[in-house]
């Protein structure tokens, strides 16, 4: 199984490599050339801790300028793209429209992404899932939210786990054949209110669901499944 990344930047880059580190094959991809080019020579100029050292040693993760192979070659799709404040309160999310259109050409150049999870992991407005998911849903595609924002470069319990972190709340905007979403549930006990917004305060005693494989978290939530 291959993990996408698109949007290599502060974050994103950080995120891919924590991927690598954790045995993951990685596509990652930016628009900017200059920069994807120091990446594949594995050098970075960067304040975050540890991050040279983790480009320095991988082994497997790419790094392209466009975003056609990480949706050609992966099966978990991580969006990472900048989405800026605007001057009435307002995130501009047309980079993750963008990405979209992405996928859609290739999908006209014969690209098969049925079941394929495409995860928002950037700052969006109320509603913006939602219109991601109808554009995405009828070629197979399920979107995901995760706004979970670790701390950069802070230490905590399971830092180096990017799967620990995935699996903090995610809103689900599939739709069930029921006019709802079907969500994904991280805890044993159903309290999915009870959620980890800082990770330094993680209770590793609480009831939360653990996953030894990335792609686990996601199983069952195919889009036949969803539209069954």
Aim: some cysteine; glycine content about 8%; hydrophobic content about 35%.
């Amino acid at each position: 199984m291959k993990v996408g990344v698109i949007g290599a930047g502060r974050l994103g880059i950080c995120f891919a490599l924590l991927l690598e580190k954790a045995g993951y094959e990685v596509v990652a991809s930016d628009v900017r050339e200059d920069y994807i080019k120091s990446l594949q020579e594995r050098s970075i100029s960067t304040n975050e801790p540890e991050v040279q050292q983790l480009l320095s040693e991988s082994k497997n993760i790419a790094f392209k300028t466009g975003n056609f192979d990480v949706i050609k070659e992966c099966d978990i799709l991580y969006t990472l793209v900048a989405t800026p404040s605007l001057s009435d309160g307002s995130y501009d999310v047309s980079a993750v429209w963008g990405v979209i259109n992405d996928i859609q050409n290739a999908i006209n150049l014969g690209i098969d992404v049925k079941g394929k999870s495409f995860i928002v992991g950037c700052t969006t407005n109320p509603g913006d899932c939602e219109l991601f998911q109808k554009q995405l849903q009828p070629y197979g595609v399920d979107v995901f939210y995760n706004p979970s924002q670790t701390n950069p470069g802070g230490l905590y319990y399971g830092r180096f786990s990017p799967t620990l972190n995935l699996v903090d709340l995610f809103e689900d905007y599939s739709d069930n054949g029921q006019g709802r979403s079907v969500p994904l549930v991280t805890r044993l006990d159903g309290n999915e209110n009870d959620v980890v917004a800082n990770p330094v305060n993680f209770d590793v005693n609480k009831p939360y669901k653990q996953y030894d494989n990335l792609s686990d978290i996601f199983a069952g939530k195919t889009q036949d499944y969803m539209l069954a």
